[in-house]
């Protein structure tokens, strides 16, 4: 009987942890617009359905990140992602990834805008150097892949 109360108290810890030590800052976290600090030190200021991030607001990240835009589910869905080193994400976002369609601004000047898959240039895209020079063509895994246009 022991061991079923000390298992029980594990389950319901590991899959109810995030929402015990949430902290809802202000506002309406359950269902509305209010601000969530949550045990990883990300805080989102938006929208909320279901306790969930869900609609317009930001997410800042411990590590310097900042997500401006659209939630799904609690999942980046469309927005900016900004990065400590001034690069940025702008456009889709599947299952929270960067994913689809987007630009990419790089902290060297280059501008990638085109498909994304895993976070990386991949399909049709064009690249902008910062001397105004471009590749026009395919990519795969962050790389030129096949015939391209200068």
Same mark, same amino acid.
């Given at each position: 009987?022991?061991?079923?109360?000390?298992?029980?108290?594990? +389950?319901?810890?590991?899959?109810?942890?995030? #929402?015990?030590?949430?902290?809802?800052?202000?506002?309406?976290?359950?269902? &509305? /617009?209010?601000?969530?600090?949550?045990?990883?030190?990300?805080?989102?200021?938006?929208?909320?359905?279901? &306790?969930? @991030?869900? &609609?317009?607001? +930001?997410?800042?990240? @411990? $590590? &310097?990140? /900042?997500?401006?835009? +659209?939630?799904?589910?609690?999942?980046?869905?469309?927005?900016?992602?900004?990065?400590? $080193?001034?690069?940025?994400?702008?456009?889709?976002?599947?299952?929270?990834?960067?994913?689809?369609?987007?630009?990419? !601004?790089?902290? $060297?000047? /280059?501008? #990638? $805008?085109?498909?994304?898959?895993?976070?990386? @240039?991949?399909?049709?895209?064009?690249?902008?150097? !910062?001397?105004?020079? !471009?590749?026009?063509?395919?990519?795969?895994?962050?790389?030129?892949?096949?015939?391209?246009?200068?």
């Amino acid at each position: 009987m022991r061991i079923m109360r000390i298992l029980s108290v594990i +389950i319901i810890s590991v899959f109810c942890g995030a #929402y015990v030590y949430s902290q809802c800052l202000g506002g309406d976290c359950a269902n &509305g /617009k209010g601000k969530m600090k949550y045990p990883d030190g990300k805080v989102w200021d938006g929208q909320f359905v279901k &306790g969930l @991030p869900d &609609g317009k607001g +930001i997410m800042t990240m @411990p $590590d &310097g990140r /900042k997500f401006d835009g +659209i939630m799904k589910g609690g999942k980046m869905f469309n927005g900016t992602l900004s990065f400590p $080193d001034k690069a940025s994400y702008t456009g889709e976002f599947k299952n929270g990834n960067m994913e689809g369609k987007a630009v990419m !601004k790089y902290p $060297d000047g /280059k501008v #990638y $805008d085109g498909q994304f898959v895993n976070g990386k @240039p991949n399909g049709h895209g064009i690249m902008r150097l !910062k001397d105004g020079s !471009k590749h026009e063509g395919q990519w795969k895994e962050g790389k030129p892949h096949g015939q391209g246009k200068m």
